[in-house]
């Protein structure tokens, strides 16, 4: 089984920055992909990131390309999402996820709570 947890949500102004990080522990050899996805009050998860687990690709939100970053460490298994110049509509819940193959995240963590201020 895997398993996957997040951190480094918090309250920020806007502008701001902030990294999330999301460790993945367990039988993660098969691992395809992860991704990152987001939901706020009253809307649908959405999608924002993902990375290849090599490394090699990455795929970005149209709302959030050239301001959030996603990488990964294979060595510590944790994939990083780096979020500058945030605004109040980045405010959400981040979730991380992990897919054994394309397009199927099946595990999920359990969220982090991202605040931006106007």
């Known amino acids: 089984q895997v398993q996957l947890v997040e951190s480094g949500g918090g309250l920020v102004q806007a502008g701001g920055s902030l990294r999330l990080s999301c460790a993945a522990s367990?039988?993660?050899?098969?691992?395809?992909?992860m991704g990152w996805f987001r939901q706020a009050p009253g809307k649908e998860r959405e999608f924002v990131a993902a990375i290849a687990w090599s490394g090699s690709s990455t795929y970005y939100a149209d709302s959030v390309k050239g301001r959030f970053t996603i990488s990964i460490d294979n060595a510590k298994n944790t994939v990083y999402l780096q979020m500058n110049s945030l605004k109040p509509e980045d405010t959400a819940v981040y979730y991380c996820?992990?897919?054994?193959?394309?397009?199927?995240?099946?595990?999920w963590g359990q969220g982090t709570q991202v605040t931006v201020s106007s």
């Open positions: 996820a992990l897919a054994f193959k394309v397009g199927a995240y099946d595990i």
């Open positions: 367990g039988r993660t050899f098969s691992t395809y992909a």
